[in-house]
């Protein structure tokens, strides 16, 4: 590699190393414990049993894990005296724990009774075991009894054992309630920071401050830290987070200030209880020191974190130093800027990915939310790649004085020979005045040698194609009139039968819309290229007229200009440009032998396009314009034409992967050119992988309001990447079109408003091209009769419901906050920002809507019988 490389290089990997060093800061040390908890709450189902679905541990298992708590605790923490952990006393008495024992009271009297006797014969029998009684946990607090019958319950315990007889409620119930206290021993409060909403970082204290005001409160009953932890899994709950770190560090601080204040605790909770999750959402599961399975989920010495972010940011460190090695190698010739600004796209690429494929490690996902994101993986991978390919193509076209291959229109030699050229017309259902005006343009060609050959098809309306018959013929023997009733193929047959009509004389073929003003000079100054005989087509740049004046249009104009303008001009600089349907010329032999126009794709110049660049034919593009066509009256039919070129271009992706992909050798197509025709319509697939998201995203928000205990908040894996692509997708049109495009300003934001306008048709076609084999029967909305607005609301009714929903589901998101965290606020401003496309959609199409944007109908708005189909068109 040159020096200049190696600099790229060496600054590149830089910055990856100092973006990685900023995250991995060294942490703080934090609290070390060691010793035997004081109490650890007891329930000792595994992971396929539930007590609501009478599946209990049997007594084998329970005795396990009382063995593998020993040495670990000193007591241990029971919730019920039925359904077998009843025998829970006498096993903890064998192996040596205290235990408090506890009886589960609730609206179910005839249970309650087996409960309390088994408490009170238990209490009896193992006195020196059991040191204290529960009866009832958070039973007032869910309402599940009333003061006064707990009160019984407990008066009867209290006369029946001779141990410190209590019950467990939250805090705050017993100051609610201090009758209670009359009625117990001593006083068992659920202390859970988590439930209230309390950060992470203020936990501890204000665990200590509630423990201290029932000391306060209530000076001569002891009190009993009954449950106190933090998940360390599910959904953030105002500012606090769960997290295996966040519940490792809190236990720590927690035990070392309770050992150093001689807190009678209970720590919630000793294992994980995945039966949880329906009756307490997923957080619920997720209280354990040990997961499900009994395996520690950290240690209360030594560092917290893992190894995982240290071996992540290596492997994006090395993964993208590999990439960008492999990009400088094979691109000599870029400049610096240029491969700078590529280099380290290629390095936070890799960084984003590779985080991506270690989120479900780095974020100890839930089971659920493993199985989205390996959904969502190649749809991840795909936006990262559609990020590049615009990247790549910034790199070359803001810095291109690394392009070499460019083409200007060439004044022929005196004396030199130009073929004769036969110029194809094809028109279906167009207004007889547009064609004459492009007819006579054609007449005033300045090139000595050219025919005209017009092609009506597909067309029953006589007082459509009968004017344009006798125009040909006042317009001499250079212009011949076909008429076709029915013609196999549309646009792509009625070319066919004009190549079978062409003069055997012709060596050149030129294709031209039937809309199109071409300047006088247009043979005369492209059809030298054809000296050369390895050259196949030359294509020059479509370009419109009859905006001035409509803000619809001239919105639409600089839209279509960026492509012709950017993507042309990189993609020709590798023989690879886009074949279109008007202002092309094709060697007359190669478009004979190589079969001619496919009827079977609605693309079919670009499809040609492809067959002779795989024949190993030149294909040029010169960028000065020579024709001028009309722009879509209405978003309908901007909508409709756009749809066509993207299901035309899935159907070539479709039909000639065996040309296109990069696995497979042979097909006349090298490496460069095959980059090209994918890397040019990933884009497409970006739009549609966004919309499969935001369907995601929309139907995710419904589960959180109907289903709030299965869905908590959403992962920001399903809104992150739509949303960076869109936005890069963004930067990357405006810088473009800033640098080479010429336009004002408002004219470049109109633009990337018509194009943000169209990502929902894009992703439709593209989704609808995967999944069928011939594009569907589309029509433009029959509403010209009513109010403009009903006009631009029906012709941007899909786009229209879809930022309803989303704007519904950034509302919901919203409304699940509250006035402690940013979080929900933040994730409804993501699908507010997922919303922009369809509400440009709606902008547009009530734009064109406005009766200031009405210009006369072309071929792509002109009413027809509602029974007809719109044939392919350019």
């Not at 315990?157 to 805090?171: H, L, M, N, S």
């Not at 997720?286 to 009994?294: A, C, K, T």
């Not at 490690?361 to 839930?366: V, W, Y």
């Not at 199985?371 to 590049?388: D, E, N, S, T």
Request: aromatic letters at 12%.
């Amino acid at each position: 590699m040159r020096k200049r490389s190696w600099l790229i290089l060496l600054l590149a990997c830089g910055f990856q190393v100092a973006l990685w060093a900023i995250f991995s800061r060294p942490e703080k040390p934090e609290v070390e414990w060691s010793g035997a908890f004081n109490y650890l709450s007891f329930s000792p189902y595994r992971a396929d049993q539930d007590p609501i679905a009478q599946r209990f541990p049997a007594p084998e298992e329970i005795y396990e894990d009382l063995l593998f708590l020993r040495g670990k605790t000193r007591g241990i923490r029971t919730y019920s005296s039925l359904d077998g952990m009843e025998a829970i006393p006498g096993m903890a008495a064998r192996l040596g724990f205290e235990v408090t024992a506890g009886a589960w009271v609730d609206g179910r009297l005839e249970r309650n009774e087996d409960e309390i006797a088994n408490l009170i014969d238990n209490t009896n029998r193992y006195p020196a075991t059991i040191k204290r009684v529960l009866v009832g946990n958070e039973a007032i607090y869910r309402d599940d009894l009333g003061v006064e019958e707990l009160i019984g319950y407990l008066d009867r315990v209290r006369a029946a054992v001779k141990v410190p007889v209590g019950t467990a409620e939250p805090w705050h119930v017993f100051l609610r309630h201090p009758e209670l206290v009359e009625h117990v021993d001593f006083i068992a409060i659920h202390v859970l920071p988590y439930w209230e909403r309390v950060p992470f970082e203020q936990s501890v204290g204000w665990v200590i401050e509630r423990w201290r005001q029932i000391r306060e409160a209530f000076p001569h009953k002891p009190v009993f830290l009954a449950e106190v932890g933090w998940p360390s899994n599910g959904e953030n709950f105002g500012k606090a987070k769960p997290g295996r770190e966040a519940e490792a560090r809190f236990l720590r601080r927690f035990l070392a200030v309770a050992d150093r204040l001689e807190i009678d605790y209970c720590i919630m909770e000793a294992f994980d209880q995945p039966w949880k999750k329906p009756h307490e959402g997923v957080v619920g599961a997720f209280w354990g020191i040990y997961d499900v399975e009994r395996r520690p989920k950290f240690a209360f010495q030594g560092p917290i974190h893992s190894d995982t972010l240290f071996y992540t940011g290596l492997a994006a460190v090395l993964s993208g130093l590999l990439l960008v090695a492999a990009y400088l190698r094979s691109n000599p010739s870029q400049t610096f800027p240029g491969g700078l600004f590529f280099a380290l796209l290629l390095q936070t690429t890799a960084s984003v990915l590779v985080w991506v494929l270690a989120s479900p490690l780095l974020g100890e996902f839930l089971a659920r939310e493993t199985l989205v994101w390996a959904i969502l993986l190649p749809m991840q991978v795909g936006l990262l790649l559609i990020i590049l390919v615009n990247g790549f193509e910034m790199a070359e076209m803001l810095w291109p004085e690394g392009l070499k291959r460019r083409f200007t229109p060439l004044t022929p030699r005196p004396g030199q020979r130009l073929p004769r050229v036969s110029i194809h017309v094809p028109i279906c259902k167009e207004p007889p005045e547009m064609v004459q005006a492009t007819l006579d343009g054609l007449a005033g060609l300045d090139y000595p040698d050219y025919e005209v050959l017009v092609i009506d098809n597909n067309n029953p309306h006589p007082e459509l194609w009968r004017p344009v018959e006798a125009h040909c013929g006042r317009l001499g023997p250079r212009f011949r009139f076909f008429h076709l009733d029915r013609v196999e193929g549309y646009k792509a047959g009625a070319l066919n039968f004009a190549l079978r009509q062409t003069d055997p004389e012709a060596e050149i073929v030129a294709v031209v819309d039937s809309d199109y003003l071409v300047r006088p000079d247009w043979l005369k100054r492209m059809v030298p290229h054809f000296e050369r005989q390895a050259v196949g087509v030359v294509q020059a740049p479509q370009d419109h007229r009859g905006w001035e004046g409509s803000r619809f249009k001239e919105v639409l104009n600089w839209e279509y200009h960026g492509f012709f303008e950017i993507g042309m001009v990189h993609r020709n600089e590798r023989n690879a440009i886009i074949q279109h349907g008007t202002m092309t010329l094709i060697r007359r032999g190669l478009l004979e032998s190589s079969g001619g126009w496919a009827e079977w794709c609605i693309c079919e110049d670009a499809e040609l396009g492809l067959r002779i660049q795989s024949l190993g034919y030149e294909t040029i593009y010169v960028k000065e314009s020579f024709g001028k066509g009309l722009t879509p009256d209405s978003f309908a039919g901007y909508k409709r034409q756009r749809f066509r070129w993207v299901y035309g271009a899935v159907q070539i992706l479709k039909h000639h992967w065996p040309r296109l992909s990069p696995f497979r050798r042979g097909g006349g197509l090298n490496f460069a050119q095959r980059y090209h025709f994918i890397a040019g319509w990933l884009p497409w697939f970006g739009d549609a992988i966004s919309l499969l998201m935001n369907v995601l995203c929309i139907l995710w928000t419904a589960g959180m309001v109907f289903f709030p205990r299965q869905f908590g908040a959403p992962l920001y894996l399903l809104m992150l990447p739509p949303i960076g692509a869109f936005l890069f997708k963004l930067l990357h049109f405006l810088w473009l079109y800033t640098a080479r495009v010429p336009c004002t300003l408002r004219q470049r934001l109109g633009a990337a408003l018509a194009g943000a306008a169209l990502t929902h048709t894009i992703a439709l076609a593209v989704l609808r091209g995967l999944f069928t084999r011939r594009m569907p029967f589309l029509r433009t909305p029959k509403c010209e009769s009513r109010h403009a607005l009903l006009q631009g609301l029906a012709m941007a009714r899909g786009e229209g419901l879809m930022f309803v929903l989303l704007v519904a589901a950034a509302a919901v998101q919203g409304a699940f906050g509250n006035d402690q965290t940013e979080e929900p606020l933040v994730r409804a401003g993501l699908l507010l920002i997922q919303a922009i496309p369809y509400a440009a959609a709606l902008a547009l199409s009530l734009l064109g809507a406005m009766p200031e944007a009405k210009a006369p109908r072309t071929a792509e708005s002109r009413p027809l019988p509602a029974a007809e189909q719109v044939p392919a068109g350019r």
